[in-house]
């Protein structure tokens, strides 16, 4: 049997576990916010090449349906292209699932995004799931791998 200053270090340490892993998964799906409100607003002050270091590992590898891209050395130029093909665009994102193992998280979440055309063009929305690896860095949690999986798409795509 423990003794009740055994059990009550244990319950401690569990509890520091607990907070610990709560904390995380917090950092975590704040940084996937991050991300997701920078996909509408990053270039609102005109072309920021430097956003990308506050949500992205150096050796960052990106697949969407648009292309793909490994680094932070042009990443934000691969963002900036895609996104100036419309007048504006609003991404909503939810569910959010993080599975943490230690400096290291894989995650997944769902995304629906609006993209305004310029001139009378229909909306062009898009529905679907992100998932990848998040890790713990110096600087906080950042994304290591990124993919963008689409289920459905309304309107016509960029030209």
Avoid: C
């Avoid at 576990?17 to 916010?33: G, N």
């Avoid at 292209?81 to 994102?93: G, I, Q, S, Y």
């Avoid at 894989?106 to 629906?112: D, E, G, L, T, Y």
């Amino acid at each position: 049997m423990l003794s009740s200053t055994t059990a009550a270090g244990a319950e401690e340490t569990a509890l520091r576990d607990q907070v610990r892993m709560l904390a995380d998964r917090s950092e975590i799906t704040a940084l996937l916010d991050r991300y997701v409100v920078l996909l509408d607003t990053q270039d609102e002050n005109g072309f920021d090449e430097t956003w990308p270091r506050r949500i992205f590992t150096e050796d960052v590898r990106l697949v969407f349906p648009i292309g793909e891209h490994h680094g932070l050395d042009g990443l934000s130029e691969f963002h900036y292209r895609a996104k100036r093909k419309f007048v504006r665009t609003h991404h909503l994102a939810s569910n959010y699932l993080v599975d943490l193992d230690g400096d290291r998280a894989a995650f997944r979440f769902q995304m629906i995004s609006t993209h305004v055309h310029p001139g009378e063009k229909p909306l062009f929305e898009v529905g679907g799931h992100y998932e990848g690896e998040a890790v713990r860095t110096g600087e906080g949690w950042r994304i290591r791998r990124w993919t963008y999986h689409v289920a459905w798409s309304t309107g016509p795509g960029p030209s």
